[in-house]
Nanobody, 128 residues
Framework: QVQLVESGGGLVQPGGSLRLSCAASGFTLDTYGIGWFRQSPGKEREGVSC????????YYAESVKGRFTISRDNAKNTVYLQMNNLKPEDTAVYYC?????????????????????WGKGTLVTVSS
């Protein structure tokens, strides 16, 4: 019943922008912590940005702070990630994930291993 569907990935030049969307179904958006994660070949999966449970707080990885912005539309039950000034090192599969078991608190929503439900991901490639 719980489902997360990412979209918006693609090929973009360095310095460009993309907006990713995560459409959630099967639960109310603010019920759990939810966020964006990414993984590139040979690298550990990392948290990019997330909302804590209730959506009152936002957290960012230091590598994207000032460039990426997370937002949400509760009416659409959708979370977005606006990515600006993209760099080649941002190339990765981007995943939306949530903590339906309520194991996450505070900045713990950036820890991928604490999330228990994942979308299939969308590929972002930053290259000229």
């Amino acid at each position: 019943q719980v489902q997360l569907v990412e979209s918006g990935g693609g090929l973009v030049q360095p310095g460009g922008s993309l907006r990713l969307s995560c459409a959630a179904s099967g639960f109310t958006l603010d019920t759990y912590g939810i966020g964006w994660f990414r993984q590139s070949p040979g690298k550990e999966r990392e948290g990019v940005s997330c909302f804590n449970r209730g959506g009152a707080s936002i957290y960012y990885a230091e590598s994207v702070k000032g460039r990426f912005t997370i937002s949400r539309d509760n009416a659409k039950n959708t979370v977005y990630l606006q990515m600006n000034n993209l760099k080649p090192e941002d190339t990765a599969v981007y995943y939306c994930a949530t903590d339906t078991l309520r194991r996450v608190y505070g900045s713990g929503c950036l820890r991928y291993y604490d999330m228990n439900y994942w979308g299939k991901g969308t590929l972002v490639t930053v290259s000229s």
